[in-house]
């Protein structure tokens, strides 16, 4: 199976910006995809984006997108997830996803890291 580990995380300043990493490691596959979630107390998990790990097609959110970008460095074995113009209510904790299907399905994605917290003052 695949592993991954998630780092990066910390807290900012709004407006600030972060880049959060994930390292995978294991089983991966030309069609894996890779995906970003983030899950604030008390709300429900939400889908942010994902990338596909051998074409390097993307997919994110509209109501994130322009903000946050996922890229990949394969020689790394790593998916990033770029945050801009951040503000308190992107206070979460950000978890890497893998997974096969729809790159744009968030059900696609079935293992997980152990996430990592950001956390945006004012």
């Known amino acids: 199976q695949v592993r991954l580990v998630e780092s990066g995380g910390g807290s900012v300043q709004a407006g600030d910006s972060l880049t959060l990493s994930c390292v995978a490691s294991?089983?991966?596959?030309?069609?894996?995809?890779m995906g970003w979630f983030r899950q604030a107390p008390g709300k429900d998990r939400q889908f942010i984006g994902g990338i596909s790990w051998s074409g390097g097609n993307t997919y994110h959110q509209d109501s994130l997108k322009g903000r946050f970008t996922i890229s990949k460095d394969n020689a790394k074995n790593t998916v990033y997830l770029s945050m801009n113009s951040l503000e308190p209510e992107d206070t979460a904790v950000y978890y890497c996803?893998?997974?096969?299907?729809?790159?744009?399905?968030?059900?696609?994605?079935?293992?997980w890291g152990q996430g990592t917290q950001v956390t945006v003052s004012s």
């Open positions: 294991g089983r991966i596959f030309r069609n894996t995809l």
């Open positions: 996803a893998a997974g096969s299907g729809v790159l744009s399905w968030s059900k696609s994605y079935s293992f």
